[in-house]
């Protein structure tokens, strides 16, 4: 039987889920989705999110095979978007990762409940995120979950290609 949760991440285990995100970038970059690349997900990034304690990782026995950030901070580059709600209360997610050998086994979907869940747990109104315009399969994901795709922005270290961004309203916890 193995065993599997999502706890907050440790700064010791930042390696490990950049060697997550590297695989994802090369698995995205085979179906040709060049989306992460040497600029993003960073090193630093993560060091902040684990500060913030915003980082989620995803066990399975004794090895990470996922992560997310739960983050309340809204990028500055969101603040151009016509959102659903107001600026208040709303929850970010970013830089959801599953090691490719264990993508399509509904670890991505167990992450996002998670945040979703813990978002409403928290009281947050929405969550927001952006997705590569490029990943097609990303966009379905998000939709199917109900989030509604609203703007787009650009990383222009990223990509050329705009990120569309996407909101879901939270009924409230009970």
């Known amino acids: 039987m193995k065993l599997r949760m999502i706890r907050l991440a440790k700064l010791r285990e930042i390696a490990e889920i950049l060697n997550i995100t590297k695989a994802c970038g090369e698995e995205m970059l085979s179906r040709g989705i060049a989306q992460w690349n040497d600029h993003y997900p960073s090193e630093e990034a993560f060091r902040n999110d684990v500060k913030r304690e915003e980082l989620f990782v995803l066990y399975e026995d004794s090895s990470i095979i996922g992560s997310v950030v739960l983050s309340k901070q809204m990028d500055?580059?969101?603040?151009?978007?016509k959102w659903l709600c107001p600026d208040k209360n709303?929850?970010?997610?970013?830089r959801l990762a599953v090691h490719p050998k264990f993508?399509?086994?509904g670890y991505a979907r167990k992450l996002m409940d998670f945040a979703e869940e813990k978002a409403r747990r928290d009281g947050a109104v929405s969550i927001r995120l952006d997705t590569f315009s490029q990943?097609?399969?990303?966009?379905?994901?998000?939709?199917q979950r109900g989030y509604q795709r609203l703007g787009s922005v650009y990383f222009?270290?990223?990509?050329?290609?705009?990120?569309?961004?996407y909101e879901l309203l939270l009924k409230p916890a009970r």
Request: aromatic share 18%; proline share 6%.
């Open 76 to 81: 500055e580059e969101y603040k151009a978007v």
């Open 90 to 94: 709303n929850r970010y997610v970013h």
């Open 103 to 105: 993508q399509g086994q």
């Open 135 to 143: 990943n097609k399969r990303n966009q379905r994901f998000y939709e």
């Open 156 to 165: 222009p270290k990223q990509s050329q290609h705009p990120f569309y961004c």
